[in-house]
């Protein structure tokens, strides 16, 4: 099993921040019913204001190779441009478990 753990910074208002973190989770959420390879996904939003970063997701999958299907998956690149134009950083770490 694959953990697929990914942060996003995102830039403009908190207003306009926190409405595409909105569309984004909405979207991401709803992947697993889309892509086979994909047997959960969990995301959050940050509530708390000390901290920089907007958007955490872990996604599960089999295989490394189930992270790369996931990422060029149609879905899951409509998920991800939502937040494109508003993005300002990404961290991913992929991990065994």
Not at 5 to 30: H, M, N, P, W
Not at 72 to 96: F, N, T, W
Request: aromatic share 6%; glycine share 4%; charged share 25%.
């Amino acid at each position: 099993m694959v953990k697929h753990i990914v942060t996003f910074k995102l830039k403009g208002s908190d207003e306009e921040r926190r409405q595409a973190a909105e569309q984004f989770k909405a979207a991401l959420e709803a992947l697993p019913e889309q892509i086979d390879v994909l047997r959960s996904i969990e995301v959050g939003i940050n509530s708390n204001p000390a901290e920089s970063w907007d958007v955490v997701l872990t996604a599960v999958v089999d295989t490394m190779a189930d992270v790369d299907v996931y990422a060029k998956h149609p879905a899951h690149v409509a998920a991800a441009a939502i937040i494109g134009p508003c993005k300002e950083s990404r961290a991913c770490v992929d991990y065994e478990c």
